[in-house]
């Protein structure tokens, strides 16, 4: 009877590949932005100029009303074009996601 099971086969295989059809599994959701993260990040890539001597600190930084989270999504996706003599703030290499992360640390500096 290898006709009977090879169709037994084929029955099973459709079934399993309907059912994962029918129940795709949902995309993991995007984790919670984490300040802590976000201070590591600027660790790693930012106090190198935001140090108070090249750049403002970020705990000076925070408390500048035009940097309000929209501003900063935007500004450290497409780069932040400020001048400062004549050094101007580059495009930052983070990911999306990387990017919450330090807005979230910069708003948890805030007053
Ligand atoms: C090569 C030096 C350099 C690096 C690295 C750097 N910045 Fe800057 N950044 C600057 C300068 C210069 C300014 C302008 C400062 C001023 O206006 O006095 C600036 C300004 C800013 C501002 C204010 C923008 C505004 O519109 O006023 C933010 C926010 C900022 N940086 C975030 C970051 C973050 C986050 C990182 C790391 C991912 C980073 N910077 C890395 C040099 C740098």
């Not at 006709?3 to 059912?19: D, E, K, P, Q, V």
């Not at 984490?34 to 790693?44: A, C, V």
């Not at 500048?64 to 450290?76: F, I, S, V």
Request: charged share 20%; glycine share 6%; hydrophobic share 40%.
């Amino acid at each position: 009877m290898p006709r009977i099971a090879a169709i037994l086969a084929l029955a099973l295989a459709l079934g399993t590949m309907s059912a994962l059809a029918d129940d795709p599994k949902p995309p993991a959701p995007m984790p919670a932005p984490s300040w802590k993260n976000g201070q590591r990040i600027t660790r790693e890539y930012c106090v190198s100029c935001h140090n108070a001597r090249t750049a403002p600190t970020f705990a000076k930084l925070a408390q500048n009303p035009k940097l309000t989270d929209a501003y900063l999504l935007k500004g450290l996706t497409d780069g932040i074009p400020v001048m400062h003599g004549n050094l101007k703030m580059p495009p930052t290499p983070l990911l999306q996601n990387e990017v919450r992360d330090v807005v979230a640390y910069i708003g948890a500096l805030r007053d």
